[in-house]
């Protein structure tokens, strides 16, 4: 079934798979961010599958998911340019395999409205305990970050390349502003984001099911007006790169460095990606870790919607000016296209073997749906992987050559690396 519109907003796409045994349904919601309501995001994928006024506690709402043959209902949060995706996933046993014939689908549905449209609350806000569960999760989950020495490198990164934009904001925000939530914050907020944001809805079926329906009335309750989330977000080029360095007790330091880039095709730059970094023999792995041993890891990753390729490595302090300097040396081997043809070939067969895996799942499938529509591209993964085989390695030398020095960010260690 193509896309449909069933609500102001609200994009619902179904799919019928009769290899599947089980239902997937999987619901985005975009709106932007700000140092306020970052921390908020993250604390309502926790609070919205944690109870809700029919099932009010969590173990209630995990015995009625168990006696549902051990469904599931989730949540989490995504970063996608300068706004963010509260995406909330359900899946559950097709309804041919209930004993006792029950219409698993319908109470599934029932559920899962009844979490994110009718959700528990007291006194205008959240209910307790519940409410502060979620919030003391969500403080556990910023210093845990601030404690993953990559990760920490990477969103400081992050906040220098991204200065002044809402992508510098930390995942999970800013620990003070997760402190001062309140449940009635919180619950406004989510409101707001019932009434404005962009729904995206894909569901992953075996065989047609009156899904579409059930939500559509679900959901035209809610009186919306929906606003244009900030996803292309393109970040400004710098005209001359920053460097930051901090220092920090522990025993391996990091190497960040960032480029952006302009008018660069995405499927060039996929594959671009995929040579310098992002596959088993890609030129990061063979010629900085493998044949120097500059580092103990060395990967790249992008974003097309904030227009930006980063390179972030594991590395002794002493081979940190050997390491950039190498890193760079990658750079300008993409530039004059010096790589093996083979590595093309590679990048394709990487991608066929990851996309392969994914369809073979109803989540994987949704999760792929759900990522075309946010950027624009609803082709199949077939016709990514014939596009990918025309790329040519001078359209990866041009594209390489848009890549504009941005960002380097070391993460010093104050102690002595180990061997």
């Known amino acids: 079934m193509p896309e449909q519109m069933i609500g102001n907003g609200i994009r619902y796409t179904e799919i019928c798979d009769p290899k599947f045994r089980s239902c997937m349904l999987l619901l985005r919601f975009y709106m932007p961010r700000d140092a ?33 043959y051990a469904a599931d209902f989730s949540g989490r949060l995504m970063l996608c340019g300068d706004a963010a995706a509260l995406s909330f996933s359900a899946s559950w046993l097709d309804d041919r395999f209930a004993l006792e014939q029950e219409d698993l689908t319908g109470e599934m549905l029932e559920l899962v409205t009844g979490c994110l ?11 307790e305990p519940e409410f502060s569960l979620c919030r003391q999760n969500l403080l556990d989950d910023i210093d845990c970050e601030r404690n993953d020495k990559r990760l920490y490198a990477m969103q400081r990164a992050a906040a220098l390349s991204f200065e002044g934009e809402p992508a510098a904001l930390p995942p999970f925000g800013e620990r003070q502003y997760a402190e001062a939530i309140t449940p009635q914050q919180a619950y406004a907020v989510w409101t707001q984001i019932l009434r404005t944001a962009p729904i995206d809805i894909v569901c992953i079926l075996p065989s047609a099911k009156p899904v579409r329906a059930a939500l559509e009335a679900a959901f035209s309750q809610i009186p919306r007006s929906p606003v244009p989330a900030p996803l292309q977000a393109v970040s400004p080029l710098r005209e001359v790169p920053q460097r930051c360095e901090e220092r920090i007790s522990m025993n391996q330091s990091k190497l960040v460095m960032t480029y952006k880039f302009r008018g660069i095709a995405p499927d060039v730059l996929r594959m671009l990606n995929s040579i310098l970094g992002g596959i088993n ?17 060395c990967l790249s990753s992008y974003s097309l919607l904030k227009g930006i390729l980063s390179i972030d490595c594991g590395v002794q302090s002493t081979d940190l000016p050997a390491a950039e300097a190498a890193v760079s040396e990658q750079i300008a081997l993409l530039r004059r296209g010096e790589f093996p043809e083979s590595m093309l070939r590679e990048a394709v067969l990487d991608y066929q073997g990851r996309a392969a895996v994914r369809e073979n799942t109803n989540s994987g499938t949704a999760g792929r749906i759900a ?4 950027l624009g591209d609803t082709r199949s993964p077939d016709e990514i992987a014939a596009a990918f085989s025309q790329i040519t390695r001078a359209q990866i030398a041009e594209a390489a050559r848009q890549l504009v020095p941005d960002t380097v960010y070391i993460l010093r260690a104050e102690e002595a690396d180990e061997p």
């Open 281 to 297: 023999n890609s030129l990061l792995f063979l010629n900085v870790r493998e044949a120097r041993s500059l580092c103990y890891y």
């Open 36 to 68: 306020q309501t970052a921390p908020v995001h993250a604390l309502l994928t926790d609070q919205l599958t944690a109870s809700s006024a029919a099932y009010p506690g969590l173990s209630a709402l995990s015995r009625r998911l168990d006696a549902l």
């Open 117 to 127: 449209l009718k959700p528990n609350l007291t006194d205008g806000g959240f209910s």
């Open 371 to 374: 990522d075309g529509q946010m």
